[in-house]
């Protein structure tokens, strides 16, 4: 069946034009029920880590032969999950007590466990190899040393932070309840502006493009992908997208736009300039199939796609082309 609507979400596609991409394969998850949030890889490795969180469990896959490799069990609501290949450590956090708990990448065992005060959320690597980024609680980003989980520093903000994104001593980060994007200065421990979004709302998915000062920030009201001028904030444009996003990436070797959104597609924009984009094609996927990963250095794109009825849990894996 999935094959089928891949088929059918490219039949709008011109005679001899490539498709963006295309399932090569499928990993079951027969154990997961309910809501599955984010994805992070081991490049090195080739593994896939995927925080089943209504489970309060980790699946771990290795993706050179498409087997489950190891479930973590007794985790708290997971969401964010990241791997620090230059220390070996899995870190995973968990929105339902706030801890981030510390494995070690080989044998998964458990250092250390992190408390903060609640809903522990997104994980994203730093600009060193020594340092990742906790988005947590009713408002704030911490900065954690990725050998032994050491805050480093936080800057306090106006409410649960979704996605964020770096460029250089600067962090953007969305505020959907607070209705704008806050502009870190991180050395100066400051909100050093606010960019309110006016009548678009619910802010969750984001990407950068540093080489060309574009932030890219997609809405859940309406359905629509921002593209922003990183120097001032100005909206240079905007476009519909999936229904529900709730990711959103930029490849930069193909100048493209990844967004999926559990109203069950991924849409995929072109970027023709700095501040000209193009839909190129909406990819039928599944209800509820809300949260993905890019990866540019597989040139795989992994989509988790809940529990429907007796078919179970998976992740879909495109080859992007």
Known sequence: MAWLLVAMGWANFAMGQSAPMRLVRTLPMPGVRGRIDHLSVDVRNERLFVSALASDA??????????????????????????????????????????????DGTTFRLLRT??????????????????????????????????????????????????????????FVNVP??????????????????????????????????????????????????VLDTSSGKIVTHLSAVGDPDDVYFDHARKRLYISGGAGDITVIQQLSPDRYRLIANLPTAPGARTSLFVPALGRFYLAVPRRGSAPAEIRVYQVE
């Open 58 to 103: 980790l699946e771990i896959f290795d993706l050179k032969n498409g087997k489950l490799i190891r479930t973590l069990h007794g985790l708290s609501e997971p969401q964010g999950n990241l791997y620090m290949p230059a220390s070996n450590r899995l870190f995973v956090a968990n929105g339902g007590n706030g801890d981030v708990r510390i494995f």
């Open 114 to 171: 992190l408390h903060f005060p609640s809903d522990a959320d997104d994980l994203r690597r730093g600009a060193s190899a020594g340092t990742l980024f906790l988005a947590y609680g009713e408002g704030a980003i911490a900065e954690l040393d990725s050998s032994t989980g050491k805050i480093l520093g936080e800057v306090r903000v106006d409410g649960h932070p979704e996605a964020f994104a770096f460029d250089a001593g600067t962090i």
């Open 177 to 226: 309840a607070a209705n704008e994007i806050e502009v870190l200065d991180w050395a100066g421990k400051r909100v050093a502006a606010r960019w309110k979004l006016g009548a678009n709302r619910w802010n969750f998915p984001m990407a950068i493009d540093r080489a060309d000062h574009r932030l890219f920030v997609v809405c859940r009201r309406p359905e629509e992908l921002l």
